[in-house]
């Protein structure tokens, strides 16, 4: 298992979860690895219908998106990830195929639960939280941060904060969206429900 330390981590990709539910709970998550790691240069991994999410996250340097699945797909990712020469990998989902990326890709650092069999993939497999069905699943993308955290610094700050969930939307992106209501007939001076 090479060693963890913080000085070496300058470059982190985060394999982000699947669907954009899910995407959604892991940004007080990455919020945190940001901080824990203000240098180092972010990249979060993720599907078409996320990247929208992310696109103006402040805790995100950049986005690797994968838009197929598939044989071909994995071989193109590890090649892909191989060639950025990450120091570090955190995934987030429990899928198999998403801790094995990280580890054809000789990532050096691969943290991540020790879910579907994939312990021997990860250098820093975590065993799943005791509280894992009774808190809230922001909690279990955190308490990934927080292990890491512990790995890094030897303390846990994460678990005791107030999760932040916000998301920035530059103006821009703000201007184009009230362009395409507009467009479809929704005037921005009545209430708008969105399912």
Do not use: C
Not at 26 to 37: D, G, I, K
Not at 120 to 134: F, G, I, K, M, Q
Not at 150 to 178: A, H, I, W
Request: glycine share 4%; aromatic share 8%; no cysteine.
């Amino acid at each position: 298992m090479p060693d963890l330390k913080a000085e070496n981590i300058k470059r982190v990709v985060v394999r982000g979860t699947n669907w954009v539910g899910d995407a959604v709970m892991t940004v007080p998550a990455l919020r945190e690895l940001r901080q824990l790691l203000p240098d180092a240069h972010l990249t979060l991994a993720t599907r078409p219908w996320a990247k929208e999410l992310f696109a103006d996250a402040e805790f995100v340097d950049d986005l690797l998106i994968s838009e197929k699945a598939g044989l071909g797909s994995l071989v193109s990712q590890v090649a892909t990830w191989r060639k950025r020469r990450f120091d570090l990998a955190v995934v987030f989902p429990n899928a198999f195929e998403a801790a094995l990326i990280p580890f054809l890709a000789r990532v050096p650092n691969r943290v991540g639960y020790a879910t579907d069999g994939r312990a021997v993939l990860l250098t820093n497999s975590l065993a799943l939280p005791e509280w894992r069905s009774s808190k809230h699943e922001v909690f279990y993308y955190l308490n990934i941060i927080a292990e890491l955290e512990r790995l890094l610094y030897g303390k846990q700050t994460v678990m005791e904060k107030q999760p932040d969930v916000f998301l920035n939307v530059s103006e821009t992106r703000q201007t184009e969206r009230l362009a395409l209501l507009r467009a479809l007939g929704i005037q921005n001076n009545r209430p708008v429900v969105a399912l």
